[in-house]
């Protein structure tokens, strides 16, 4: 197995893109990625993406987006995990260069949802839910996190206003972000006034339907110095999976497939939770923040919102998270989030991420969430000296 690097990243501005289809998303990060990596030409393609068949009519997305791109005849495929295609992308990318199957690769997340009206979106997200047992049954995905986020209120004596602090540092963050979609502060006074979406989780609480693609080039590590003048390496890239349905599982208050997917990426990386300067995790909704922390190892079951509440997330924090707004903030284009998360996290090790850096960042980690915990990926990265 070889060391794996990312030499180049490219994003486009997260919003509503009326007048842009997802081809050329798809494109203008990929182009970006690779003018930063300074090649012209990639061995394979892998797009994450969720919806596309769905809310675009569009599907084989590999051959399209490499056509596109002028990249005819390579190896290209689409990868699916629900909200986290991303990242599940980012795996197969790096697992080819890892194994000496391809030497250049690009992988690019895109997702255009703007285009549908907001019953088929909410229709469509609903698919990354069990379709027997929860969805058929009305369930949408925002009710799902209602009632994880109503057991963890009752579980764990938490009034809903003490979730204000993730989107108040989201959107702190996010003014800073010129690709972010919401560029502007929340207080604890407007998170209180904020329309109710389902009980209890507001509008606040939620990201937002958009348009986006992100993009990263991948290289052997030993070879990304003469590649590249800040390549990134990463240290550990891990799956895992839990049940689809929230049922199903052992504790609902306990993402297993997130322990599972965080601890493999620690033993491969060979760091625990304290060593990392910095944490982009799911942020789809406020319980899925505090849940994440507690399953990364950076808060004990019940705590991940005290975390939050003592104000440790922040920049300045001792766990960063959403450093550049977030799924709440920044934006969520469901199969492109887990590689802006990793594009993130490369700029905060690059030393780019302006007001936003998280001072001496050297390991970064991001978490991209697939259904409400059903396949987590995680990847951490380590800046190379």
């Known amino acids: 197995m070889r060391d794996v690097a990312?030499?180049?990243?490219?994003?486009?501005?997260?919003?509503?893109?009326?007048?842009?289809?997802?081809?050329?998303?798809?494109?203008?990060?990929?182009?970006?990625?690779?003018?930063?990596?300074?090649?012209?030409?990639?061995?394979?393609?892998y797009v994450g993406n969720m919806l596309s068949g769905e809310l675009t009519g569009q599907e084989h997305l590999g051959a399209l987006v490499a056509d596109f791109a002028g990249l005819r005849g390579i190896e290209a495929f689409k990868i699916e995990a629900a909200c986290g295609s991303g990242a599940a992308a980012l795996r197969l990318g790096y697992v080819a260069v890892a194994g000496g199957l391809a030497d250049i690769v690009v992988v690019v997340g895109v997702e255009k949802m703007t285009d549908a009206l907001g019953p088929d979106a909410t229709s469509a997200l609903a698919m990354a839910a069990d379709g027997d047992y929860e969805a058929a049954q009305g369930v949408s995905f925002v009710a799902i996190n209602a009632m994880l986020m109503r057991r963890y209120m009752h579980d764990y004596g938490y009034p809903h206003r003490d979730f204000a602090t993730f989107a108040i540092n989201a959107h702190k963050n996010a003014v800073n972000n010129p690709h972010a979609m919401f560029k502007f502060p929340v207080t604890a006074e407007r998170f209180a006034r904020a329309k109710m979406i389902c009980d209890p989780i507001n509008l606040l609480d939620s990201s937002p339907i958009c348009d986006g693609a992100a993009a990263v080039v991948l290289a052997p590590a030993d070879a990304a110095r003469t590649l590249s003048a800040a390549p990134v390496r990463i240290a550990a890239s891990a799956i895992g999976t839990d049940t689809v349905a929230v049922h199903d599982r052992r504790d609902p208050m306990v993402l297993d497939g997130a322990i599972l997917s965080s601890n493999r990426a620690y033993e491969q990386a060979g760091i625990t939770p304290d060593d990392v300067d910095l944490f982009e995790l799911h942020d789809a909704f406020s319980i899925m923040a505090a849940l994440s922390l507690e399953s990364a190892g950076f808060a004990e079951k019940g705590q991940g919102l005290r975390v939050a509440m003592e104000d440790e997330i922040g920049i300045e924090g001792r766990i960063p998270i959403t450093t550049m707004g977030g799924l709440k903030a920044r934006g969520h284009p469901v199969g492109a989030t887990g590689i802006y998360q990793v594009v993130e996290v490369v700029q905060q090790l690059r030393g780019l991420a302006g007001a936003n850096q998280v001072p001496g960042a050297r390991w970064g980690m991001a978490q991209n969430i697939g259904g409400?915990?059903?396949?987590?990926?995680?990847?951490?990265?380590e800046k190379m000296e």
């Not at 501005?13 to 300074?38: C, F, I, K, N, P």
């Not at 409400?372 to 990265?381: K, P, R």
Request: hydrophobic share 50%; glycine share 10%.
């Open 6 to 45: 990312i030499i180049g990243v490219g994003q486009t501005e997260v919003g509503e893109h009326w007048d842009v289809s997802l081809r050329h998303l798809a494109l203008y990060a990929l182009q970006a990625a690779m003018t930063d990596a300074g090649v012209n030409r990639v061995d394979s393609l």
């Open 372 to 381: 409400s915990g059903a396949t987590v990926v995680t990847h951490i990265l």
